[in-house]
């Protein structure tokens, strides 16, 4: 079993910044890829960045040039650090990772979202 744990939400003037972390915990020989998917209300659930093992990132349209994701891979830790918000970034946030466990069979994890608002 592996569970993502997520932190840095909150609610933040339009032009402002965030950072977003995630810990990875429990079983894990490997994890291929960590990201970020939002979920606005009434809206589907949307890839915001990812990064793999050795590679580079991949974020979607509206995160280019704004929002920056990092891994820790001692620390089994993916970071977004969210900056010139805009009210349209306001969402629930969730990490994800994708792995190996200790009984060699590929996971993919949810943590349980995290609360953005970018409002004035």
């Known amino acids: 079993q592996v569970q993502l744990v997520e932190s840095g939400g909150g609610l933040v003037q339009p032009g402002g910044s965030l950072r977003l972390s995630c810990a990875a915990s429990?079983?894990?020989?490997?994890?291929?890829?960590m990201g970020w998917y939002r979920q606005a209300p009434g809206k589907e659930r949307e890839l915001v960045a990812v990064?793999?093992?050795?590679?580079?990132?991949t974020y979607s349209d509206s995160a280019k040039g704004r929002f920056t994701i990092s891994r820790d891979n001692a620390k089994n830790t993916v970071y977004l650090q969210m900056d010139s918000l805009k009210p349209e970034d306001t969402a629930s946030y969730y990490c994800?990772?994708?792995?190996?466990?200790?009984?060699?069979?590929?996971?993919?994890?949810w943590g349980q979202g995290t609360q953005v608002t970018v409002s004035s």
């Open positions: 429990g079983s894990i020989v490997r994890i291929v890829a």
């Open positions: 994800y990772a994708q792995g190996i466990d200790s009984n060699w069979r590929e996971f993919h994890s």
């Open positions: 990064v793999g093992s050795g590679a580079s990132p």
